[in-house]
Every structure is written in structure tokens, then in C-alpha cells.
């Protein structure tokens, strides 16, 4: 395989999923780190060297440039257990990744940037307005995930998939971003559960 670097910035979740699959599946990364606060994902030689699109993480394979978390996160896992065989497990795995960046993530992730890295006090009048919804959305979405994580050890497949990884990134600091999780028990269990899988690194 050819030399893999991590273009990311340390404290997002997305850029962590990345390296909790690599760390599952035994592949070493290199990491260069950006500190997006600092529009270091903004200059020219970001944009015309590693993504135009301005936004980490991206995953370099030796010359090819891989953006979008869950798009890496699959090239890592691809062939390895992570990864369900049968054809509608495969699709569940995927429809939870998918779920994750329109629902979870929107909400989740965001709270807890501006709450916990920008700081409310900080934030514009527009993104204050938009505080009330974000919660509430998120809410639905650890919801929804408790109801069905009531039901099943993992999120699809019976088993540890990259669905997992992709909705454990954010879900295990929620509360940075103002959500409580001990509201949501099967969610609780299965961070535990997560967290004792062979391979497993913090973020």
C-alpha cells in the first residue's frame, strides 16, 4: 500500500475516524496537522496541493488526494471485517454513515464546535438563532439512535462495522456541545462497548 498521510486537525471527530479505522485495521498513518480556526485549510498552497474544497480531513495515497471522512474510512476498511459481506448488512452500514454526516453530525458536531472551541458568546446573532434547532435535532438523533441501540449490540450487521466508528467520533463528546447521555442508556452501553474493541484508541 502506498504511504497514507492524514491531512486533519486533531479535535475533529471526522479526522478521528479516520484514524480509529486505520487504528483497527492495523494501518499506520502519517498525520500533518491543521488548525482550521486559524484558516489553515484556507491558504493557497492547501487549496492547490491538498483540497480546493478547504476542508480536512483528506487522506493522501502516495500522489491521490481522498476528502470526506466516511470516503476514507471505507478505503481503509476495505477487505477487512469492518466491512459486511452480505449485500443488505453492507447497505445498513452504509445508510448509518450516511445518516451520521445528515442528521448526527449537523447538530452534534457542530454544538459542540461552537460551543466548546469558538465559545457562544462568540458566535454571530444568525448562528445563536440557530441553537434551539441544532439542539432539538440533536436530541432526536441520539434518540433515535437509543431506540435502535436498545434492540442491537451494534448499528447494523449484529456486529462492529464502520458504522460504528463513524457515529461513535461525535457521539462519545456530545456533552461538550451541551447534550446529556445519560438520557440515552442503550447509547451509553454501546460507547462502552465500542471503546472495548480490539484496536481501539482514544481520540
Same mark, same amino acid.
Given at each position: 500500500?502506498?504511504?497514507?498521510?492524514?491531512?486533519? +486537525?486533531?479535535?475533529?471527530?471526522?479526522?478521528?475516524?479516520?484514524?480509529?479505522?486505520?487504528?483497527?485495521?492495523?494501518?499506520?498513518?502519517?498525520?500533518?496537522?491543521?488548525?482550521?480556526?486559524?484558516?489553515?485549510?484556507?491558504?493557497?498552497?492547501?487549496?492547490?496541493?491538498?483540497?480546493?474544497?478547504?476542508?480536512?480531513?483528506?487522506?493522501?495515497?502516495? +500522489?491521490?488526494? !481522498?476528502?470526506?471522512?466516511?470516503?476514507?474510512?471505507?478505503?481503509?476498511?476495505?477487505?477487512?471485517?469492518?466491512?459486511?459481506?452480505?449485500?443488505?448488512?453492507?447497505?445498513?452500514?452504509?445508510?448509518?454513515?450516511?445518516?451520521?454526516?445528515?442528521?448526527?453530525?449537523?447538530?452534534?458536531?457542530?454544538?459542540?464546535?461552537?460551543?466548546?472551541?469558538?465559545?457562544? +458568546?462568540?458566535?454571530? +446573532?444568525?448562528?445563536?438563532?440557530?441553537?434551539?434547532?441544532?439542539?432539538?435535532?440533536?436530541?432526536?438523533?441520539?434518540? !433515535?439512535?437509543?431506540?435502535? !441501540?436498545?434492540?442491537?449490540?451494534?448499528?447494523?450487521?449484529?456486529?462492529?462495522?464502520?458504522?460504528?466508528?463513524?457515529?461513535?467520533?461525535?457521539?462519545?463528546?456530545?456533552?461538550?456541545?451541551?447534550?446529556?447521555?445519560?438520557?440515552?442508556?442503550?447509547?451509553?452501553?454501546?460507547?462502552?462497548?465500542?471503546?472495548?474493541?480490539?484496536?481501539?484508541?482514544?481520540?
Amino acid at each position: 500500500m502506498a504511504n497514507l498521510i492524514l491531512h486533519e +486537525d486533531p479535535v475533529s471527530g471526522n479526522c478521528y475516524k479516520i484514524r480509529l479505522t486505520a487504528a483497527h485495521v492495523g494501518i499506520p498513518l502519517e498525520r500533518r496537522s491543521y488548525d482550521i480556526q486559524k484558516g489553515e485549510t484556507r491558504t493557497a498552497a492547501f487549496l492547490d496541493g491538498v483540497n480546493p474544497n478547504g476542508r480536512i480531513p483528506v487522506l493522501q495515497i502516495g +500522489d491521490d488526494f !481522498l476528502p470526506e471522512s466516511g470516503a476514507a474510512c471505507l478505503y481503509l476498511a476495505d477487505g477487512s471485517a469492518l466491512i459486511p459481506h452480505d449485500r443488505f448488512d453492507r447497505a445498513d452500514m452504509l445508510h448509518w454513515m450516511f445518516w451520521e454526516q445528515y442528521n448526527h453530525e449537523p447538530n452534534v458536531a457542530t454544538l459542540r464546535f461552537w460551543r466548546a472551541f469558538i465559545g457562544e +458568546d462568540r458566535l454571530t +446573532d444568525f448562528q445563536r438563532t440557530l441553537i434551539p434547532g441544532k439542539q432539538a435535532a440533536g436530541e432526536a438523533a441520539l434518540a !433515535l439512535m437509543d431506540a435502535h !441501540l436498545a434492540q442491537t449490540p451494534f448499528l447494523a450487521a449484529g456486529r462492529f462495522t464502520v458504522a460504528d466508528i463513524a457515529l461513535y467520533a461525535y457521539t462519545h463528546v456530545a456533552e461538550d456541545g451541551g447534550f446529556v447521555l445519560n438520557r440515552y442508556p442503550a447509547v451509553t452501553a454501546w460507547l462502552a462497548r465500542v471503546a472495548e474493541q480490539p484496536g481501539h484508541v482514544p481520540m
